[in-house]
């Protein structure tokens, strides 16, 4: 039992081992705080001051559905991390190559730079 349990707290360390690039416009006051805190609880997050215009073109190249576009979008090996996405979202898509991406709308805890609690699944 214990040994499983070791096995199991090393992979999801390694999951979090992954770098995240997270590309956003300097004048946002909520993305920093958010890439802050998923840094305290072990995401590696490359941050990418963009343009808003180039910020667009990654999300149409990412194939972000347009309603679900929030004012930052990280990648991770091909697939999008949109808005403020809670950790569990965000295992998700490190764990599932299947998968397009994962979004939260933008909310009041977004306007903070917390997590959202809801999130959505974007499939291939």
Request: charge should be positive; proline fraction near 5%; charged fraction near 25%.
């Amino acid at each position: 039992m214990k040994k499983s349990m070791s096995l199991l707290l090393a992979l999801s360390f390694c999951a979090f081992a992954s770098e995240i690039t997270a590309y956003y416009s300097p004048s946002c006051g909520c993305c920093s705080k958010y890439f802050s805190k998923l840094e305290r609880d072990g995401f590696k997050v490359k941050r990418v001051e963009v343009s808003p215009e180039r910020l667009m073109e990654i999300k149409s190249q990412l194939s972000v559905p347009p309603q679900l576009r929030s004012c930052h979008t990280m990648v991770y090996e091909g697939r999008f991390i949109e808005g403020h996405v809670p950790p569990e979202g965000i295992k998700r898509v490190l764990r599932d190559k299947n998968l397009r991406g994962v979004a939260s709308t933008h909310g009041k805890a977004s306007a903070i730079g917390d997590y959202e609690k809801q999130y959505e699944i974007v499939r291939r």
